[in-house]
Each structure stands twice: as structure tokens, then as C-alpha cells.
């Protein structure tokens, strides 16, 4: 099974580019990678997805290197509501295996 | 759509007494997670469901806990009898596809055995 390691906390400053990065050695083949931001009282929101290479949307980027054991969340200039934890999660459809990260606690400071 | 609607949001009960946590679905969607949260363990799937069929719930802590869905827009979480090692933010959350789809969360129900 895929293990997920992820740093506890961070702390960066407003407009500064933030990288989380998540260790998942064991990935599978069918394994896709996915980040979740949560606010505290709320649910875990998704951010963005990616199987391999790089993954871009309108808030993130995802790198995800050739041998796929890491993937690095990139935050491009975050404000003080980017102030939230973020999960890691490595999941495959093919046996349902859902391995969450227990969470980076990223603080920005004005 | 509302999202996904979870009830209630703050339950508090005694030892030995029977809890049931419900949700909402998003319209449409076929797949249906219940998680745990707590500090110690994080977030932990308990099970997954997938047209209204129970396709993984090998997450249930124990014969205390059963989870239902018997339609496509509802299902309950039971625990019988809680105890406050209960105690935790239960999610509920829906999505369009299987586990690799994006996941829709509610605003998570807040129990506390006492």
C-alpha cells in the first residue's frame, strides 16, 4: 500500500511562491495523486489532480516527477486565506485504496 | 445545488446511547464516502459507496458502526452504542465518479460522546 508523508507545518509570507511537497513511495501503477485544502470547521476541498508530469489549474500547479514516488503542491503568490492544512491523497480506482496524508499546516504571515 | 448536506452538524450524547448521522448527496452524483476525523488519526475513510452499493468498508471500526444508503439521495451513519472514543467530525462526501474523481465535501457533523 501507498504511504503518504507530508511536512506538518510551513510558514511563508504573502506573495510568495509556497511548495508542499508529499512522499508516496510505494505508488502504485493506477495511483493518481490529489491535494485538498481544509479550513477549520469545514470539509476538505479539492485543489488539483495529476497522474504524471506537471498539472497546471487557475489556483495551483502540480509537479509530479518521472518515477512518481513525490509530488509537490506549488502555491504561486499566496495570501492570507491560503492559510489552511493541505492532504495529500494517493488513490487507484483499480482496488478502491484511498491513502490520505495526515495534513501540512501552512500558515502565511503578512 | 446546496452541496452536500450533512445533519446535524453538532450532535452530543451520552455513553450507550444510539447516534445516526445523515447526508445528502449531490444530485447526480454516484459515489458516496463517509470519513472520520480526529487530531490524533486524521482524516480516515470509513466507506465507500458506489450506486448505492457498499464497495469498501473495511474502514468501519468495529460492529458498532453500520452505514446505510438506501437510495441515491440519502445515507445514514449509525453507531450503536457510541462511545466517546466516537468523538471525532464525521464527513460525508459525493462524487461524479469513483475514488479518483473529485470529491465533494459537507460541512462535516460534529459528535461528542460524553
Known amino acids: 500500500l501507498a504511504k503518504t508523508t507530508q511536512p506538518i507545518s510551513m510558514d511563508s509570507y504573502e506573495g510568495q511562491e509556497v511548495n508542499i511537497t508529499c512522499s508516496h513511495n510505494?505508488?502504485?501503477?493506477?495511483?493518481?495523486i490529489t491535494w485538498y485544502q481544509q479550513f477549520p470547521s469545514q470539509g476538505p476541498r479539492f485543489i488539483i489532480q495529476?497522474?504524471?508530469?506537471?498539472v497546471t489549474n487557475e489556483v495551483a500547479s502540480l509537479f509530479i516527477p518521472a518515477d512518481r514516488k513525490s509530488s509537490t503542491l506549488s502555491l504561486p503568490r499566496v495570501s492570507l486565506s491560503d492559510t489552511a492544512v493541505y492532504y495529500c491523497?494517493?488513490?487507484?480506482?483499480?482496488?478502491?485504496?484511498?491513502?490520505w496524508g495526515a495534513g501540512t499546516k501552512l500558515i502565511i504571515k503578512p | 445545488d446546496a452541496g452536500v448536506i450533512q445533519s446535524p452538524r453538532h450532535e452530543v450524547t451520552e455513553m450507550g446511547q444510539e447516534v445516526t448521522l445523515r447526508c445528502k448527496p449531490i444530485?447526480?452524483?454516484?459515489?458516496l464516502f463517509w470519513y472520520r476525523q480526529t487530531m490524533m488519526r486524521g482524516l480516515e475513510l470509513l466507506i465507500y459507496?458506489?450506486?448505492?452499493?457498499?464497495?469498501?468498508d473495511s474502514g468501519m471500526p468495529e460492529d458498532r458502526f453500520s452505514a446505510k444508503m438506501p437510495n441515491a439521495s440519502f445515507s445514514t451513519l449509525k453507531i450503536q452504542p457510541s462511545e466517546p472514543r466516537d468523538s471525532a467530525v464525521y464527513f460525508c462526501?459525493?462524487?461524479?465518479?469513483?475514488?479518483?474523481?473529485?470529491?465533494?465535501f459537507g460541512q462535516g457533523t460534529r459528535l461528542t460522546v460524553v
Open positions: 459507496f458506489n450506486n448505492n452499493v457498499p464497495i469498501d
Open positions: 444530485s447526480g452524483h454516484n459515489s
Open positions: 495529476g497522474y504524471k508530469t506537471k
Open positions: 462526501a459525493s462524487s461524479s465518479g469513483t475514488v479518483n474523481t473529485e470529491a465533494f
Open positions: 510505494n505508488i502504485a501503477t493506477n495511483d493518481y
Open positions: 491523497l494517493v488513490a487507484a480506482d483499480s482496488n478502491y485504496q484511498l491513502i
